[in-house]
């Protein structure tokens, strides 16, 4: 069975900084791209920033400059270096994967159980 681990959420003061990391665990075939999402109390889940297996990347507008996403294929690793933190940041961060997890699986995308991420003024 497969699953993401994230680790490395807490509280910050704002201009602060984070590392988020995620683990894909279990049954794992292959993984496409990885990324992070995060949803704000009364907001949806927005994508953060996505990583392909080639390493391109992508960001949210409002996180460009601030974050890195990078990945450790090899480890089956995605992790989040968030800087110039804000508190407009502080949501419920999700690491997501889509991958396969048996050579005859078609691709699916899972989820973290998410981690806090919290941003004082």
């Known amino acids: 069975q497969v699953q993401l681990v994230e680790f490395g959420g807490g509280l910050v003061q704002a201009g602060g900084s984070l590392r988020l990391s995620c683990a894909a665990t279990g049954s794992v075939f292959s993984i496409n791209a990885m990324g992070w999402y995060r949803q704000a109390p009364g907001k949806q889940r927005e994508l953060v920033a996505v990583?392909?297996?080639?390493?391109?990347?992508n960001y949210a507008d409002s996180v460009k400059g601030r974050f890195t996403i990078t990945r450790d294929s090899a480890k089956k690793m995605v992790s989040l270096q968030m800087n110039s933190l804000k508190p407009e940041d502080a949501a419920v961060y999700y690491c997501n994967a889509n991958l396969r997890s048996s050579s005859y699986s078609d691709p699916d995308n899972y989820w973290g159980q998410g981690t806090q991420v919290t941003v004082s003024s």
């Open positions: 990583i392909t297996t080639r390493g391109s990347t």
